[in-house]
DNA sequence: CCTACCGATCGGTAGG
DNA sequence: CCTACCGATCGGTAGG
């Protein structure tokens, strides 16, 4: 920031923030390659030239949204590291945190599970999310060596499958109250460690 | 077929089933957006006329593709239908059924399950697969009356994590052995029904 | 921030 | 007379 906080100055427009929420969801309402930046700026009111203005390029955009969500994300990771308990116990951390984000941070990383991989930026989110996966794969090697986690499945298949499940969130989520993002990831836990079957 | 089969006249080029299987492969790999009829006619070292000689347009293309991964899903229902068992075991069926659907046809169910709504062909796909889920939700609420599954769960946030499991295989999935997908057919089963924690 | 544009490439089609 | 194309180019629109 330039200036002091609460003042404005020049016209009352977009600043970076507010315009890169309006990108997103229209890049998760077409696609990222099918947003022209003439669409963005019909829809923002503005010209093209006035979105080239805060952003250098259309790769800008996406690379800080992607940003927004990978650091959320990564968070998760950082709070687990600093529990005392269980693997199991910081799985299920990292799981419920994981679907905090998810929900919280919704358009951004529904944007981030469609990057395929065409570009630089997006080589680089897929990286940084491969991170994350490893590291959750190596918490359910943990918990699987503590005994808490079923030994017959692969690790990392254990992991695809659960974080399958985590993402496939932004498909149908529509945001609610903070108690039903909470009772979504009691779901989530209660489906992914214990089944669908009646608990016996 | 207008001549006896096993004959060929003319040039010894690419039938419509043997493009449509390159071109869905560079849906995957760029996006269908992103991937021009260019792009494509290059990897198949033809002309983009040669492409319009086999397709009207390059929408039929991606509607002959979701048409083949959503009759070979619809299939699966046709075959719980027929069978006799507790909404338990239609269930089970089902979604070994689907698994081995997105094994066997993996390219034309990852197009499908990227499909966002922006045309009349993808808006189609998408009610179809809302009546497949749809379909599923129902097995699920059958068998939780049946006391089989846990009834502290809406059945349809049941069916949307179940089926966010299975379809998230098409992320990472590689095609191997037959014997493979049976045993990826067995995890997905084992996590969906009994969780990651280790069988009690 | 706008108007006025650029080099290039888009999906689709002509005649032969 | 068939299937399977080619070289060239159309009117419009993309990101910048």
Chains 1, 2 share one sequence.
Request: hydrophobic fraction near 40%; aromatic fraction near 6%.
């Amino acid at each position: 920031m330039a200036h002091q906080p609460g003042t404005k100055r020049g016209r009352p427009g977009y600043d970076q923030h507010s315009m890169l929420v309006v990108a997103v969801e229209a890049f998760n309402e077409f696609g990222y390659d099918a947003t022209s930046i003439g669409t963005l700026a019909a829809r923002l009111g503005t010209s093209k030239a006035a979105i080239y203005h805060h952003f250098s390029s259309k790769e800008e955009l996406l690379e800080l949204a992607l940003d927004e969500a990978l650091t959320a994300l990564e968070g998760v990771l950082g709070d687990e590291q600093a529990d005392e308990g269980t693997a199991s116990d910081r799985l299920a951390l990292v799981v419920r945190g994981a679907v905090h984000v998810l929900v919280n941070k919704l358009p951004y990383v529904t944007l981030l599970l469609r990057v395929r991989g065409n570009s630089d930026v997006e080589r680089n989110a897929l990286e940084r999310r491969k991170n994350f996966d490893r590291a959750v794969t190596q918490l359910l090697s943990e918990a699987r060596a503590e005994g808490s986690i079923r030994s017959d499945l692969d690790p990392s298949v254990a992991e695809r499958l659960l974080f399958g499940m985590i993402n496939s969130i932004v498909e149908w989520y529509k945001p609610k109250s903070p108690e039903d993002a909470a009772r979504l990831a009691d779901d989530v836990i209660a489906v992914a460690f214990d089944g669908l079957r009646v608990p016996r």
